[in-house]
């Protein structure tokens, strides 16, 4: 059962414009989001992420929207870049009911970004 | 900066060969992870450890084995390697404590079973 779904395998954007990224979960025991971004042959870097007492997080072009009651979050670049096209995961993460997480991260199938000049 | 490494970018094994991976990390994280990543189904946790000799299955681990004698080494092994582990493995790290939610990945290995 996939818990983090991003139902978007690919999303083509025009380079200035605004480029949006959609993610949905179903376990309302997450507590925190992220996103990741990963070019090819490379491991996925961390890129902004927001918890669930805040329902936006802003960081230079990147802004992370969560809509808990719709169990939605969304990734907004503007204005997008070339250099932003990428694969994008939203994760999600939870306290277990012993009070830690060991930070484990469940991943959605990722969304192929790309940016036209 | 830190820095997760793999052993090997690319690695091709024969069905029933015993595979390791390797991974290790310089900044002294208590949790590291392995994922394999597939298209379709993006990241899945094979196994993760929390701290030295300590691990717990992830969301995927029969094939799987894991084994953390020190804590920047973290190996995965495919006790008999077979067609469908054909994939990208993934290593991670992370801070400990109960919000350490932001890992940090090695480049990944390329593993073909043929």
């Known amino acids: 059962d996939q818990q983090v779904k991003q139902n978007s395998p690919s999303l083509s954007v025009q380079e200035g414009r605004i480029s949006i990224l959609n993610c949905d979960y179903t376990?309302?025991?997450?507590?925190?989001f992220l996103w990741y971004k990963k070019y090819p042959a490379e491991g996925p870097t961390f890129l902004i992420s927001i918890s669930s007492i805040k329902d936006k997080n802003e960081d230079g072009r990147f802004t992370v929207f969560l809509n808990k009651s719709a169990k939605h979050l969304s990734l907004h670049i503007v204005p997008s870049q070339p250099g932003d096209s990428a694969v994008y995961f939203c994760?999600?993460?939870?306290?277990?009911?012993?009070?830690?997480?060991?930070?484990?991260?469940?991943f959605g199938q990722g969304t192929i970004l790309t940016v036209h000049p | 900066d830190v820095k997760v490494t793999q052993s090997s970018r690319y690695l091709v094994k024969r069905t029933g060969e015993k595979v390791f991976l390797e991974c290790v990390q310089d900044m002294d994280h208590e949790n590291m992870f392995w994922y394999r990543q597939d298209p379709g189904l993006g990241l899945r946790l094979i196994y993760f450890?929390?701290?030295?000799?300590?691990?717990e299955k992830g969301d995927i681990p029969e094939g799987y084995s894991v084994s953390r004698e020190k804590k920047e080494r973290f190996s995965l092994i495919l006790e008999s390697a077979s067609t469908n582990q054909t994939s990208m493995y993934l290593c991670a790290s992370s801070l400990p404590g109960t919000h350490s939610y932001e890992q940090y990945f090695g480049p990944g290995t390329r593993l073909t079973v043929t």
């Open positions: 450890s929390y701290d030295v000799k300590m691990k």
């Open positions: 376990n309302s025991m997450f507590d925190y």
């Open positions: 994760a999600a993460s939870m306290i277990n009911a012993g009070g830690t997480s060991y930070g484990k991260l469940t």
